[in-house]
């Protein structure tokens, strides 16, 4: 290799590029896991293992530098958590305009029955008085 008659540093050579090619082929296989997990696209996954293949240190470097900042379930997830919160902030606006709807029949009905036990012991005393008020009719 490279013109050398030694052994021992052609083997220490040998070695050293069997070392950078399984380094290299490590790299794709992480860029291959990685790129599934991030992406969602099986062509984009595809062109990112051929440039790591392709450019064997630098492929993987500009992967890694442009690859996507989440994984796919971490987004997925993000978005249930938004949809369930959005659920949960419309049905508790209904629950509160429900109760502000109850709690004014609820008045509405007080005001009713406490003018009907004015009429009623208003009419038990004098029958047709001056200044009496009949009690609402509904």
């Not at 949809?83 to 109760?99: D, F, H, I, Y």
């Not at 007080?110 to 609402?136: C, N, W």
Request: net charge neutral; proline share 6%; hydrophobic share 45%.
């Amino acid at each position: 290799m490279f013109g050398l008659e030694s052994g021992p540093l052609n083997v220490g050579l040998s070695l050293f590029a069997l070392g950078l090619v399984c380094l290299d082929l490590a790299l794709v296989y992480w860029v291959f896991r990685d790129s599934r997990h991030r992406v969602d696209d099986a062509l984009l996954v595809a062109c990112a293992v051929i440039a790591a293949l392709i450019f064997p240190f630098v492929g993987t470097l500009i992967y890694a530098i442009v690859r996507p900042p989440e994984f796919l379930e971490d987004a997925y997830e993000r978005e249930v958590s938004i949809q369930a919160n959005e659920a949960l902030v419309k049905t508790l606006g209904e629950l509160a305009r429900s109760n502000r709807e109850l709690s004014a029949q609820v008045g509405r009905l007080e005001q009713l029955i406490v003018v009907r036990r004015k009429a009623t012991q208003g009419g038990a005393r004098e029958a047709t008085g001056p200044g009496s008020v009949p009690p609402p009719r509904r």
